[in-house]
């Protein structure tokens, strides 16, 4: 199994573009997450997923959209990045039986908006 | 709200010297805290779960509900144990939610174990 992967590794944005991290996972994890990891600050929700077709806010949502057609897939989209976007993005899975504690994550997205 | 608050952003000791890396917490309810280890270059784990009671790679982390507490502790500090350090509290699923379980993090702490 790959795990939870996430694409691209590394990304350079200018304010106002859009574009989507991609997360992927092969475990068949019905629960996905996306946090953000900034210094100081730890690693905040952003959004989550508790199947295909379900997707809810966590702690900071504003700015970002999620969307879940498939077990595998959830894909973060910014619509309109800016400066306070730029950070580290972390997908997470793990299936339901287990606590939230359990999560696997990817390897991460370093997002850099100028 | 819950909060988890780990004071120290970066903890330097030499090989050999004992570790304490602190977390605290505010919660109102029945805790389970955790702690995550993010080594460089490497995805975030779980190193251990206070319930487990258990050490993992020489670790140990007791909870302290008088003064709401949970500090990882290692009696001697290894240099493969430089990492990022984060401590993590669990809240039981809201109603309607699905059953996740959200998880709240710690600012984090960097161990920086000196040769």
């Known amino acids: 199994n790959a795990g939870v992967t996430q694409t691209p590794k590394f990304q350079v944005l200018k304010t106002g573009q859009s574009m989507t991290l991609q997360c992927a996972q092969d475990?068949?994890?019905?629960?996905m997450s996306w946090y953000r990891q900034d210094p100081g600050m730890g690693l905040r929700l952003i959004h989550y997923?508790?199947?295909?077709?379900?997707?809810d806010q966590g702690e900071v949502p504003n700015g970002y959209n999620v969307s879940r057609s498939t077990t595998e897939d959830f894909p973060l989209r910014l619509l309109s990045a800016a400066p306070s976007q730029t950070s580290v993005y972390f997908c997470a899975s793990r299936p339901p039986g287990q606590g939230g504690e359990t999560q696997y994550f990817g390897p991460g997205t370093r997002l850099l908006v100028l | 709200a819950q909060r988890v608050t780990q004071p120290e952003k970066l903890l330097s000791v030499f090989k050999g010297a004992p570790v304490e890396l602190k977390c605290n917490y505010s919660y109102s309810g029945s805790p389970e805290l955790f702690w995550y280890v993010q080594y460089s270059r490497q995805r975030l784990q779980l190193l251990l779960r206070?319930?487990s009671r258990e050490s993992i790679k020489g670790f140990t982390a007791d909870l302290n509900k008088g003064e709401t507490s949970f500090h990882l502790k290692k009696p001697f500090a290894q240099e493969e144990d430089s990492a990022m350090y984060y401590c993590?509290?669990?809240?039981?699923?809201?109603?309607?939610?699905?059953?996740?379980?959200?998880?709240?993090f710690g600012t984090g702490t960097k161990l920086q174990v000196i040769p």
């Open positions: 993590a509290l669990k809240k039981p699923p809201p109603v309607n939610s699905g059953g996740y379980q959200k998880v709240t």
């Open positions: 997923s508790v199947g295909a077709g379900i997707t």
């Open positions: 475990m068949n994890h019905e629960y």
């Open positions: 206070h319930i």
